[in-house]
């Protein structure tokens, strides 16, 4: 495995691509491979997006679309699910940003891997065509929820319980390798390749999400690789691994009595620390938006850092807060309502954090802080029901209710979302050479925060009237007065709005490309590498002739007696930094 | 313990420090896929952890049969299973012979040593899949019981795993062939060699479980909690 050390070559080595072949399609620049990364995420996030929008017509106008049927409002809201966390969130986070920003940040030349690295794309890429699929196969996508519970994933009566599943696990066994290979890249570009001088505890707190989330993803995607292996030979070899004894429509199967709950311990112990997956890059990228747009040094790094490597470390021992209901062992409940509880500590000082770095600051109310100010905002309100549904006593009667669905949407749909608005807000200027429209953000902003709110705020109330989830029409229940479904008829309105809405930002980034006001170097005055590449957008090899050494952490911002107001991390003491 | 040293340290304090942390790679270029081979064997260990776990789970419930301990039970005779053994063992060794000798710019006696350990990983691959179709003829398949299920399932991502092994030390004989730096073999087959000896480790910690007795396995069961 002898390894070309690209991290440290002069720009002659690196094997310049000439061709518009290997230069934009088979393309082993990390950059290019983080923008193909975005674009398929973000296409494949507009289908779901679509998606959700059918499913709320359904929902909020009842027996009025004929074309929705039970079925198809089960598939869209499975397909809906399992696109937003693995095929967007993930991919976007890990393989966008965590592709086009380590190397960057931390004074690379590339990723360790480059070979493995475009490999990874074109296997992400197979997983999301593979999954697309099942929308052409006979029975259509699976409807079995984003969770795949047997045993009615694969049974009669599910939709899409024959090639629809069979596509289903395939696709996420191949985005699994894919991520495998992206994250192999990610972890060790990250301890190895860092440029003289970037000590870890002088990395951008982006870095340290992504490198720790990178670890849970690496730790946590075999729990679903084991049990889509297992379910797949449930389904297409008879095996009983999952499967339990047990008769479906008047027919005794030859399933020999395998255990269901075990599916659901695997399926949480990827799950849960998937959450983490998508939120800590979160955190990281909008901690280092508010330091800069904020322009003061962020508050208590190490403590962040901290928080991070914690949170890390206890996703892991509280997947089964998500299977209280499942029937378990009181002991357990106890355990992990206790553990679920304690990771709300260093998430809570994250929280604190970003408020107390913004005190007293220097805020500069642009495109990027208004969203990361709306995360904190989002994040915290889902982050506080998320202290009730912890609970054992308080889940059981909110379980699959709408209440759930508003709590994980406001806590790891709106928020990540938000984040990554404010991150593509922030770092399209170093991406493309170009500004935003900030008008058309603003707006786009407005929208999309007021209109979240206006969809999932309401949802909480729905789910303390006990309005369960997952149904196709609520039919007469006694229990759930009339004015419930009003309600759900605002939201769709609301949510319909708000999918309208990102039409504003498709726009925003087209137009921009080539209209934008031109951002020159480093137009928010940041102090983190990326900003400081000889040419923006960065060119082949990121950092032309010399790497850059680093003398500084990445937070010197208004420090008293600089010439300016930030003091970027490749910048020696004495040169503008004087007291 | 020098991990929570560096998480102690404080960046913001002495701006003129210029560590020498950094760049790794242009001291050793071994380090990067010595990380990355690290973290592979630490998920490949998460994935046969978690394999294992859910044996010992189902193994609680009441169709589950042992695959050893009565005489009409396919591994009350583990002949098979010790040979198999002894041929993944001789792969590894001869691995570790060819290591030895490129250390000692033996290139003769290093490529012979590895062609060895192909061979006998190979030989290892054919033994295993000789042993499914012998249980086939036994009756015993697949889906006959979730211990054969288990024991068809971790054989199958084992053998892949030694398969990937194989792709890998192809392609690291063939570029320093190709690069003409024989010399340099005994790097990058240090990392192989490592891999090597992890796929032996967990060959036995699986030819252990799936020839235990049932006693074995349920007392395994009740430390897990199950």
Request: with cysteine; aromatic share 14%; glycine share 8%.
């Amino acid at each position: 495995m002898q390894h070309t050390a690209i991290a440290d070559q002069i720009e002659e080595d690196l094997h310049e691509p000439h061709s518009f072949f290997t230069t934009y399609i088979w393309s082993q620049d990390h950059k290019v491979i983080a923008i193909q990364y975005s674009i398929t995420a973000i296409f494949v996030g507009l289908v779901a997006l679509v998606l959700s929008g059918l499913m709320r017509l359904q929902l909020g106008f009842p027996d009025t679309f004929d074309f929705i049927d039970p079925s198809a409002y089960l598939q869209f809201v499975t397909m809906h699910g399992m696109i937003m966390v693995i095929y967007l969130l993930t991919a976007l986070l890990l393989g966008g940003f965590g592709n086009y920003l380590i190397p960057l940040m931390i004074g690379a030349r590339d990723m360790v891997f480059p070979y493995l690295n475009m490999l990874s794309f074109w296997t992400y890429l197979l997983s999301v065509i593979v999954l697309l699929a099942s929308f052409f196969v006979p029975g259509g996508p699976t409807g079995a929820g984003w969770t795949l519970y047997p045993p009615q994933a694969i049974l009669q009566g599910t939709p899409g319980h024959d090639w629809g599943i069979i596509l289903m696990l395939a696709s996420l066994a191949i985005f699994i390798v894919a991520f495998t290979m992206g994250g192999l890249n990610y972890v060790t570009t990250v301890l190895q390749a860092r440029t003289h001088g970037m000590t870890l505890m002088r990395m951008p707190l982006t870095i340290w999400g992504i490198f720790t989330a990178t670890v849970l993803g690496l730790l946590a995607f075999p729990a679903l690789l084991v049990s889509a292996i297992m379910m797949m030979l449930d389904k297409v070899i008879g095996t009983s691994f999952f499967m339990p004894a047990l008769v479906s429509l008047g027919e005794s199967l030859d399933y020999t009595g395998g255990s269901p709950i075990l599916f659901q311990h695997l399926f949480w112990f990827f799950g849960h620390p998937e959450v983490y997956i998508v939120a800590l890059p979160a955190f990281g990228m909008v901690s280092d938006v508010i330091a800069t747009h904020a322009r003061k040094n962020i508050f208590g790094y190490r403590m962040m850092v901290w928080a991070i490597v914690a949170i890390g470390g206890l996703s892991f021992v509280v997947w089964a807060h998500h299977m209280y209901v499942s029937g378990m062992h009181p002991a357990f409940g106890f355990f992990f309502a206790t553990t679920t509880l304690i990771i709300a500590v260093p998430t809570a000082l994250k929280v604190y954090n970003w408020v107390l770095t913004l005190w007293r600051g220097n805020i500069h109310l642009t495109v990027p802080m208004l969203f990361a100010i709306g995360f904190i905002f989002t994040f915290t309100h889902g982050g506080l029901t998320g202290l009730f549904l912890g609970n054992v006593t308080i889940d059981l009667p909110l379980s699959d209710t709408y209440f759930v669905v508003a709590h994980f949407h406001m806590v790891m749909g709106v928020s990540p979302i938000m984040v990554l608005f404010a991150a593509l807000y922030h770092w399209y200027p170093l991406i493309t050479g170009r500004m935003l429209h900030t008008g058309l953000g603003k707006a786009h902003f407005w929208f999309t925060f007021l209109g979240t709110y206006a969809i999932y705020l309401p949802m909480h109330y729905l789910g303390f009237l006990g309005v369960p989830r997952r149904y196709f029409a609520m039919g007469g229940s006694d229990f759930i007065p009339e004015s419930a479904q009003s309600l759900n008829a605002s939201i769709t309105f609301a949510a319909l709005i708000v999918g309208l809405s990102q039409l504003i930002f498709i726009y925003n980034l087209v137009w921009s490309l080539r209209r934008g006001e031109p951002a020159g170097h480093n137009p928010w005055g940041a102090t983190s590498l990326e900003w400081q590449t000889p040419d923006v957008p960065p060119r082949h090899g990121n950092w032309g002739p010399e790497l850059p050494v680093v003398h500084r952490w990445a937070y010197d911002f208004s420090v008293p007696g600089a010439e300016r107001d930030f003091i970027p991390q490749n910048q020696p003491e004495g040169k503008g930094a004087e007291g | 313990m020098r991990f929570f040293k560096t998480l102690g340290t404080k960046p913001w304090l002495d701006p003129t420090m210029v560590s020498t942390a950094g760049v790794a790679l242009a001291v050793d270029p071994l380090a990067a896929p010595r990380t990355a081979l690290r973290f592979i064997m630490g998920m490949v260990s998460v994935l046969f952890f978690l394999f294992i776990i859910t044996f010992l789970s189902r193994s609680q419930y009441p169709d589950f049969q042992a695959l050893a301990g009565q005489p009409w039970q396919p591994f009350s005779d583990p002949s098979r299973l010790w040979l198999n053994t002894a041929i993944l063992a001789l792969s590894s060794l001869a691995m570790h012979w060819g290591l030895w000798s490129a250390r000692r710019e033996q290139v003769n006696r290093a490529v012979v040593g590895i062609s060895a350990a192909v061979f006998f990983a190979v030989a290892f691959l054919v033994a295993q899949l000789e042993l499914w179709r012998h249980l086939q003829t036994m009756g015993y398949y697949v889906n006959t019981n979730p211990a054969n299920s288990y024991f068809y399932l971790l054989t199958a991502v084992h053998g892949l795993h030694v398969l990937g092994g194989l792709m890998v030390l192809a392609n690291v004989v063939f570029r320093v062939w190709y690069d003409g730096a024989m010399a340099r073999l005994s790097g990058p087959l240090t990392l192989c060699t490592h891999y090597w000896h992890f796929l032996l480790g967990v060959w036995l910690l699986l030819f252990a479980l799936l020839t235990s007795r049932v006693e074995t396995i349920n007392m395994l069961a009740a430390l897990c909690g199950f």
